[in-house]
Structure formats: structure tokens, C-alpha cells
């Protein structure tokens, strides 16, 4: 019987767990985030995500799947499919995400591919994202409800770290609030939600953040999260967009 159950709570309690840890962190070691901010944050993810954090719904077009073979040999030979912009999303993306979790749970560099034709490199795949954080952080959940547990924590990470960069530049509370809202859900980062393209975007206000902690104050713990900021940047799994992003910061 479909209904909502217990369990549909996990992607969005799992959300909360990470963003208060997230939280601590940053009050003990950098910058704090007031409580009224995190609230406003948590507002706003569950009005764009509700619906997969804490609703039992799954943030990928899997509908295509039902109007392609082995599924849709019974349908129309040409079906219509709601939007065939997402259709990388359940042909390569996932399936990607999918064998990398399968190789590193049986203990196996995820390095070769053997289910794409005559194999293709799966480590060296943008796409598969292997030790991407953003994508890493929801290896918990099941690979559907670690779609949209990914997603959240790509528009939260915009959030914090471009509100803490704005106040760094000395702007006050309000304004610096609103900018963060303004980029994080921007067109950018929401049309590419669900693509590895969106890790750039996503991280891109963690790496300003940590530049200017670093140039105002150079403290070990500044130029330890840099380091992060960059190799978070560089396994973002879309190289185009990781250096642009990185070569402008240079």
C-alpha cells in the first residue's frame, strides 16, 4: 500500500543532523551563523525540497525509465516523455553514482566501468563524482533519497558560505542574508540541481568564504579549510566550470 511512512523523515532529520553539525563547527572554529539565519535556511529548503526530504518523493526523472525499453515495449513507439532535458540524470548520472557506491561497498577502487558497452573509465568519469563531499555526505541513504538529500545540501552549502563571505565583506545581517537567498536560488545552481555542474556553483561561496578568512586572518585552521574549498572544487566533477572557478580566484 503507497502512503507516507516513517522513513520518508530520514532524508530531511539526516539534513538537519549535517546542517547542525555544520553549524557547530563553524561557531567553534570560523564565523557563526545566527539561529534566526538557520531558520530562515531551513525555510527555504523545505519550500524548494520539501516534498523529497521529508515527503517520500524522489528528486529524479524516473518516469523515463517507464517509457524506455525493456519497460516501454509495450507503449507507443514514440512516447512522450515529460522533459527529455533530464533524461542524463537516469541514463548516466545515476547509474554512474550507483556503480561507484557498489565498487566502494565491495571494497574496490571504483576505476573501470564494465557496463557501458565495452567498458569506459568510471574514476576517471566526471559524471560518477566518486569523493565529491556534497555527493559522498548522502552515501548513507539509499541512491533515492540520496538524490535529494545531494541536492539540499548543494543549495545549503550556497547559503551558509556566501551569507558568512558577505558579512566578511562587512555587510550587515539583512543584506547579507539577502544575497545568499538571491545566488542560492538562482537560475544557475537550480537548473543544474540534479548535475555535477552544480557542485561549482554550490562551492564557489565555500571557497570565497575561505579566502577571506585567510587573507584577514591566516589562521591554521583558515588555510586548512581552503585546502578543502579547492579539492572540493577540483572533484566537483565538472572540469570546465572547477577551473574557470579556480583560475578566476588565482
Known sequence: MN????????????????????????????????????AAFGAVLLLLLGPVLVGGRVLLPVEILTRTPPWGVLRPARPEIANRLQLDLVSQITPALALVRREVRAGEWPLWNHL???????????????????????????????????????????????????????????PALAGSLAYSLGGFLLLWLGWPIANSAALLPLLLYALALTVDRGARRDFLLLSVAVASVLLAGQPETAVAILCNEA
Open 3 to 38: 502512503g507516507w511512512h516513517l522513513k520518508d523523515l530520514v532524508p530531511g532529520l539526516y539534513v538537519a543532523l549535517l546542517a547542525l553539525l555544520l553549524g557547530r563547527a563553524l561557531r567553534r572554529w570560523f564565523d557563526p551563523v545566527p539561529g534566526r539565519v538557520w
Open 116 to 174: 557501458a558497452g565495452t567498458g569506459m573509465p568510471l574514476l576517471a568519469d566526471p559524471q560518477s563524482q566518486p569523493f565529491q563531499p556534497l555527493v559522498v555526505l548522502a552515501w548513507p541513504l539509499p541512491l533515492d533519497q540520496a538524490a535529494g538529500v545531494t541536492a539540499a545540501l548543494r543549495v545549503l552549502a550556497a547559503l551558509v558560505f556566501l551569507f558568512l563571505f558577505l558579512r566578511r565583506q562587512g555587510l550587515g545581517e539583512l
